[in-house]
């Protein structure tokens, strides 16, 4: 536990919720089923922007620190704690706790998880892939980040795929520009992403983020034109966090997907492995500013 006898990954034991002080802010969703319709612009002001950036870094630094723990033999929901109290010692809110009943402060995805996944008892081992997924709320405002770990040293096919990865979302920014539509930067992430055999996963997008943590504006990874024809202008902040697969576009299993009984790990249908990088930015007028930098 928690691997079954092929080496996959199957749910563990999660712990109970860790306490949040009185003071920190709560976002609306925390405490009902689920958030209520945004209605507000993913257009911010300078003032607004800075809000979120100062979210963003939170989450950033997070991440660095819980990144900085990772080692064969700690528990993901040793990384949780880690997390949790990173957040909330920065006076901010870890945006997944009481979201639509997620409980962790972290999504910690592992292999062939591709989203999602929450810390438990599951022991890291040399040669896994771990992403964080992490979001502060403060000053009424989200900002939300993932990274790809790996545990360890992972073979040379691993590594490629979470570099890779990584990459395709540096690509994607590089598309974002006032007066293009949204669609141009799953463009950029596809065409790259192809050169290698790799499966892009459509069903799970960016995001406007700001204000509401999932505003309704959605930025796919994949070319998706002339769907997604929204154009972007100077000062709309959203999300690009593209997963890509090992297994090739004429391999659908790989950008398929299965979700556990838990309602939210969400794994490869054919159990190939998965990376994902995430960055919140802001459309500029000479292109992107990325708001979630430590
Ligand atoms: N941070 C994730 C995203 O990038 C959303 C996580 S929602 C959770 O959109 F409830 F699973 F935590
Ligand atoms: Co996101
Ligand atoms: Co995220």
Redesign the pocket.
Known sequence: MPRDEQGHLVPGRVSPALPIPAKITRPEYVGRPGPREFTGSDVYSPEHIELIRESGRIAAQAIEVVGAAIRPGITTNDLDVIAHEFIIGHDAYP??VG????P?SV?TSLNEVI??G?PDDTVLEDGDIINL???AFKNGVHG???KTFIVGTATPEVTALVERTQEALTRGIKAVAPGRQINVIGRAIESYARRFGYGVVRD?T??G?GAA??SGLIVPHYDAAPNFDTVMEVGMVF?I?PMLTIGTPEHPGSITWDQWDDD?TVTTKDKTWTAQF?HTLVVTERGADILTLP
Do not use: A, Q
């Open positions: 945006s997944t979201y639509r009943g997620y962790k999504c989203c999602h929450i997924d992490i979001t939300d980040l993932n799970f960016g995001h983020v943590f999932h999300t966090e939210w995430e």
